[in-house]
Structure formats: C-alpha cells, structure tokens
C-alpha cells in the first residue's frame, strides 16, 4: 500500500519554508526522501530508520514519528534548485523494495 | 563517483514485440530493482533481485515480464509482448551491502506504438 503525501503541490518564493508529509497505513522500517527533476532520475535525499538514525544532507531535515508512522521533509530557505517533485519512499510491511507515494510538486519562484 | 547506467535512453517499438531494457549496476551492489514511471505519475515498484534470484516482485510484473542477470555486470528487463500502457519511463535502482540510500539510473524512456 503506497504512502500518502501532502500536500500535492508547494509554490514558495526564494527564502521561504516547507514541510513535506508522508505516512502510510502500516509499520515503516524506514522512509527515504528521494528529489526528481524533470526528465531526470530520482535523487537520493535522506533516509530514517525505525530506532532515529538518519543518513542524509546538510541542508535538508526530516523527522521520522514511528508511533504514527509519519515522516516529514523540512525545506528551509528555499533555492530556486530546490524545484522538483519531491518523492518519499518506504520500506513496510517486511518488504526490502521501496513504495513510493504520488510525490509532492515543488516549484520556488524568484 | 559511481554511477547505475542504463542502455538505451530511448526506445520506440511496435505493440507486440520483445524489448530489453539493460542496466549496469554499481559493482559492489548486491540489490538491485527495476522500476516504472508512467508521465506525470509516481514510480512504481517492479520487481527486486537479490542473490540471483527475483525476492520480491509487484502486481504489474506479470508473466510478460522477466529480469535477468547474464553475467557479473550487466541486469536486464524483458517484456515479452509489450503493449500501448506499456509506455514508461524504466528506473533500474541498486543497493550497496549497507542496504540504505537507492541508487537509480538515468532511465529509459520506452515508447510502443
């Protein structure tokens, strides 16, 4: 069963903030955060595990709630790089492969 | 750094023929996966390989669908008889022995006609 992002779509300008969501109806092992540009491949972003280690970028934030099982991404002083869809994937349920929810359309503007 | 590549970038084939997407995955990787994004949609899981062998594999891998890994290199998609919904793009993913982060290649964008 797929993970479920909100909200479906962000307009910022440059400088402002984000939260992400993703929780999903099952026990998470872990949650990743993957960006994808356009036409490009997904990009690894960040990982939580179940137990709170997470492995990831300077820049970027997360929280992983295992009792609810939700994740969050937190964007902080949006960079106009910072424009894709934003992807979280889980691992639940004992399956090792990756779910992934509908993705959250980000767009930071001038 | 290392990098999952993918052969071709794109491909245009006629409903009902065979296609093989090929995937070289980092070399001390031992997971590897295949998955679809249809245009404008989600990536959606495909199937798993570990060991040489399938662990795990979703509704939409049916019997048109087989992986492969021929030698110590190359992880291939078969799809026997594609079919118009067919068209996608197709993300081969590896993992290292960690088993954390997702490596995903640039894709191939398969069009039936």
């Known amino acids: 069963q797929q993970p479920v992002q909100s909200p479906q779509a962000v307009i910022l300008r440059e400088g402002e903030d984000a939260v992400i969501n993703c929780s999903s109806s099952?026990?998470?092992?872990?949650v990743h955060w993957y960006r994808q540009k356009h036409g490009e491949a997904p990009v690894f972003l960040m990982i939580l595990l179940k137990g709170g280690e997470q492995k990831g970028h300077e820049k970027i934030s997360a929280s992983f709630n295992e009792k609810k099982q939700q994740s969050s991404l937190y964007l902080t002083a949006s960079q106009l790089s910072y424009s894709g869809t934003y992807f979280c994937g889980t691992e639940q349920g004992g399956r090792r492969a990756l779910t992934f929810g509908s993705g959250t359309r980000l767009q930071v503007q001038p | 750094e290392p990098e999952v590549t993918q052969t071709p970038s794109h491909q245009v084939t006629q409903m009902g023929q065979e296609v093989i997407l090929r995937c070289v995955p980092i070399?001390?990787?031992?997971?590897f996966y295949w998955y679809r994004q249809i245009l404008g949609q989600k990536v959606e899981f495909l199937v798993s390989?570990?060991?040489?062998?399938?662990?795990?594999k979703s509704e939409i891998f049916d019997d048109q669908f087989s992986v492969e890994r021929p030698d110590g290199s190359n992880f291939t998609l078969k799809i026997r008889s594609t079919k118009l919904e067919d068209s996608a793009m197709y993300f081969c993913?590896?993992?290292?022995?960690?088993?954390?982060?997702?490596?995903f290649g640039q894709g191939t964008r398969l069009t039936v006609v």
């Open positions: 070399s001390n990787h031992l997971y």
């Open positions: 390989f570990y060991n040489n062998e399938i662990s795990e």
């Open positions: 993913a590896s993992v290292g022995p960690l088993n954390t982060e997702a490596f």
């Open positions: 099952k026990a998470l092992y872990s």
